[in-house]
């Protein structure tokens, strides 16, 4: 008997999904990989992308360098958007299924009537959900490592180095997700969880292209989870307190509380 039965449980039930997922995220990423021989060393598009405002260059992830290069190319068409983007959809899913989804189902008071409890329930639906999205991670960096070199991505970045702008990637996400487990957890709406964390994503993502132009923002962006990821570039920068410790801090906290809301809620 696996020691993490609820854990187990939920990953086979979206086995078909997860699946699905990492097929088409591996196709995502050879794509973009095997892509960058057309723009290398094109100055005139490196010429043409300066003349883009600052905040947008920075979602565009391209304050580290042109897309010519190995890390804007990577940054801009990867690692700051389409990535975490990618997996912020999926664990935005995952997350508002976990409990959510299943209350609304009429499948968890099942699942509750045996002799697990809340707290687990919810604490092994959280393991799950980390778990899918790292295996989603795991499978894009994989592609990545195995097809940079022949594309020529692996000048001056290591294996190591993808791996972890690609683990960093995914925290950003998983931030999101953990909204989204929280405030199912805490309602009950599936809706509820899904529009709470992909309207906060995305009004976030405005507020930190807007925030390098409107100063007023700037504090603001400085809480957002996207501004941890575009301003502290895992390429060059490798993992940091800023862009790793500070969304693991934030993804557990939403998880712990989300636990917490569920096993104080009144199940109807």
């Not at 959280?126 to 991505?153: D, E, M």
Request: proline residues 5%.
């Amino acid at each position: 008997m696996t020691a993490l039965p609820i854990t187990a449980q939920a990953l086979r039930r979206r086995r078909v999904g997860l699946f699905g997922w990492a097929a088409g995220l591996a196709t995502t990423v050879g794509l973009v990989v095997v892509s960058f021989p057309a723009v290398r060393g094109d100055q005139s598009l490196d010429d043409a992308m300066n003349n883009i405002p600052p905040g947008v260059r920075a979602l565009l992830g391209l304050q580290d360098g042109g897309i010519s290069s190995p890390v804007g190319y990577l940054n801009s068409q990867l690692l700051t958007n389409m990535l975490p983007i990618l997996l912020l959809v999926f664990g935005v899913g995952m997350a508002a299924w976990s409990i959510a989804g299943d209350e609304a189902r009429g499948t968890l008071e099942l699942t509750l009537s045996t002799p697990i409890g809340r707290a687990r329930l919810a604490t092994e639906r959280g393991v799950a959900l980390v778990a899918a999205v790292g295996a989603l991670t795991l499978v894009a960096g994989t592609v990545l490592v195995a097809l940079a070199p022949a594309a020529g991505l692996d000048k001056g970045l290591s294996g190591i180095r993808l791996l972890a702008a690609c683990a960093i990637a995914a925290l950003a996400a998983l931030t999101f997700a953990a909204l989204a487990f929280a405030i199912g957890a805490a309602t009950g709406s599936r809706p509820a969880a899904i529009a709470g964390a992909t309207s906060t994503a995305a009004g976030g993502y405005v507020v930190e292209g807007l925030a390098r132009t409107v100063s007023p923002l700037r504090p603001v962006a400085e809480v957002i989870p996207w501004h941890w990821l575009i301003s502290d570039g895992p390429l060059l920068r490798g993992i940091t307190v800023e862009n790793a410790g500070l969304p693991t801090l934030v993804t557990v906290v939403l998880l712990v509380a989300g636990i917490g809301l569920f096993t104080r809620r009144d199940l109807r």
